[in-house]
């Protein structure tokens, strides 16, 4: 949902359930920051701000024009400097802040970056509170105090704190530390790059750091979206190193990819079935229900069942999985692109570090000397991730189109965008990004050649541009 008064700068500027994202300059310019924080600010009741960053260039700038309305708002302003999301999420609830803010733009190219932001309780602005936010900006909402009520800024550690937190969680730490697993962690120069290596050192692990430095001007020594194309050298790495596992990052160390020994980097989709595994069980069960999205790979169905645990479905989004997860009061939960959610984490949200502790969790719950060995538990995967550019699609009538070419041949499912699902288990996925001026279509078979076929008719459903 982009907000009307931004529409006229095109697909620079998006305005969703996941934040706000733009470039810069296009819809990322002084005026439209100073209005995003001053709309912040007006919803925001209470005194204290969380504000943190990753490590994009841009960063300290939108950070300085943020901050600097917040507190001509009269807010106290706590940095925490450069950190993951979940990290900032966390430091909320800690702190007893009034809200957060995480300035990134996750995995969007450089020359974007953006808002993240968190209510009172460290949850995301879920619908209610992203339409508050909206009319604060339509009204130019906005009050600012006298010069002796102007807030100020005070720098916060709460990385270690939310070390500590994701500690508590884990049902086997003395185990993990007795197994001295080698770890390449890729930082992606990024917000986890201290972060991660903290936590895995306080596991036990020896941990080999690539792309855990800061880089030149902040660039991204690889493209940022963890996905096989931008981790060959991760993948090299932890063969070359024989390492039990490896742990990828995109740049706010929200999401989590996995890399083993024999097959280098693993498809992002199996990060949320192995940390599953890593999580306590009585007598190898694991009763309560599992929350993941409509997009998330069926690999978690398959590990659930077997612990005997059920698996609900949202719409796509932290905010809409977060939601579900209260309401049915679910044990674990997350995004198939590797956000791991645990409910008893002060982050609750999507957590790299969650992931890659519970991991380690279930490899020394089971002797494991490498990730391999968990990976056999594995069922296979046949699944594509495809981007469509806008150009001169548009989404209603994408997914129109889609509609009426699948409504007899499937079961429908238009919560987000258009999931069907067919009567053999495979299934497919067309919505329109929270995240990027793009469609996702999305599907997995039971093979490579029907996935194919799924993926080129839909797509010829579509028509021209897709």
Known sequence: MTHKSFTDRGHD?????SGIRG????????DNIVAFAKAFASVTKGKRVV????????????????????????KQVLDAGLCPTPTVKAAVREFRAAGGVMISASHNPLQWNGFKLIKGDGLFFDAAASRSFLRALERGDYKAVDHKAIGQVRSIDAIQSHIESVLEVLPNVAAIRKMKYQVVVDGVAGAGREALPALLEELGCKVIRLFCEATPGGRFPRPPEPNPAALRKFGATVRGHHAAVGFALDPDADRLVTGSPTAGAIHEEFTLPLALLGMPTRKG?????????LSTATLIDSVAGE??????RSAVGEANVVAEMQKVRA????????????????SFGRDSLVGAGLILSAM???GASSLDDLMKRMPPLYMEKTKIELGRLKPAESLAK?????????????RDGLHARFEDGSWLHLRASNTEPILRLIAQASDRPELRRLIEDAKKSLGPGA
Not at 51 to 74: E, H, I, K, S
Not at 402 to 414: F, G, H, T, V, Y
């Open 331 to 346: 044990i674990f939960g997350g995004e198939g692109n590797g956000g791991v959610i645990h409910p008893k984490v002060p």
């Open 23 to 30: 470039t810069i300059p296009g819809g990322l310019d002084p």
């Open 51 to 74: 504000v943190g960053y990753d490590a994009r260039p841009t960063g300290p700038a939108l950070q300085n024009l943020f901050q600097g309305t917040l507190m001509a708002a009269g």
């Open 364 to 366: 020394a719950n089971s």
């Open 285 to 293: 069960r694991l009763s309560g229900k599992i929350v993941v999205n």
């Open 402 to 414: 889609l509609e009426k070419n699948l409504a007899k041949q499937a079961r429908l499912d238009k």
């Open 13 to 17: 500027l998006l305005i969703s359930i």
């Open 307 to 312: 612990l005997g645990a059920s698996v609900v």
